[in-house]
T-cell receptor, first 116, second 113 residues
Framework: DAGVIQSPRHEVTEMGQEVTLRCKPI?????LFWYRQTMMRGLELLIY????????DSGMPEDRFSAKMPNASFSTLKIQPSEPRDSAVYFC??????????????FGPGTRLTVL | AQSVSQHNHHVILSEAASLELGCNYS??????LFWYVQYPGQHLQLLLK??????LVKGIKGFEAEFIKSKFSFNLRKPSVQWSDTAEYFC???????????FGGGTRLMVKP
């Protein structure tokens, strides 16, 4: 399996621009997670989906952030408009359901976002 | 709400030294515990996990962790570190509700050759 795939790997944009991050989970994984990693705040869960439905979005910082999962093999995290404080590495992870051996979350390589 | 605390933010060791990284969690119910590792420039990978049974868990690359319920701790250990163990280590907890992981702040380990 190719693992969790994220694109782009690096994104540099200017303040005010829209940014879209993409994630393809491992095939057959029902859960998908978006995390943000910064030096100041560490690794934070932003939102997670189960069977394409958002379950908990309490970690989404503000209305500028939105996430969608239109189907089982694709999710996006959008920031509009972007701000310099959004600069971070954004990770996507996926897992099976807990009772089906979904004890391990598999992480993608991350997208390093820089907002100038 | 569950929380995870990693006491050491930065650790520097020489090769062959023993390693112990502290992790304490706060959660009232049954927990699942994890250690993930992030090598420089790479994504997080699972080192080991505890669900139930023997509280001493062995993971990959010679790492082990011990779950001490009375202390709400899940410390990571390795008897003899190598330069290639230089990485950031994250402790994480998952409670009964949902499938969310709560991560600690991470510990950056540097092993000097």
């Amino acid at each position: 399996d190719a693992g969790v795939i994220q694109s782009p790997r690096h994104e540099v944009t200017e303040m005010g621009q829209e940014v879209t991050l993409r994630c393809k989970p491992i095939s057959g994984h029902d859960y998908l997670f978006w995390y943000r990693q910064t030096m100041m705040r560490g690794l934070e869960l932003l939102i997670y989906f189960n069977n394409n439905v958002p379950i908990d979005d309490s970690g989404m910082p503000e209305d500028r952030f939105s996430a969608k999962m239109p189907n089982a093999s694709f999710s996006t995290l959008k920031i509009q408009p972007s701000e310099p404080r959004d600069s971070a590495v954004y990770f996507c992870a996926s897992s099976l359901p807990p009772l089906a051996g979904g004890d391990t979350q598999y992480f993608g390589p991350g997208t390093r976002l820089t907002v100038l | 709400a569950q929380s995870v605390s990693q006491h050491n933010h930065h650790v520097i060791l020489s090769e062959a030294a023993s390693l112990e990284l502290g992790c304490n969690y706060s959660y009232g119910g049954t927990v699942n515990l994890f250690w993930y590792v992030q090598y420089p420039g790479q994504h997080l990978q699972l080192l080991l996990k505890y669900f139930s049974g023997d509280p001493l868990v062995k993971g990959i690359k010679g790492f082990e962790a011990e779950f001490i319920k009375s202390k709400f701790s899940f410390n990571l250990r390795k008897p003899s570190v190598q330069w290639s163990d230089t990485a950031e280590y994250f402790c994480a907890v998952r409670g009964n509700a949902g499938n969310m992981l709560t991560f600690g702040g991470g510990t950056r380990l540097m092993v000097k050759p």
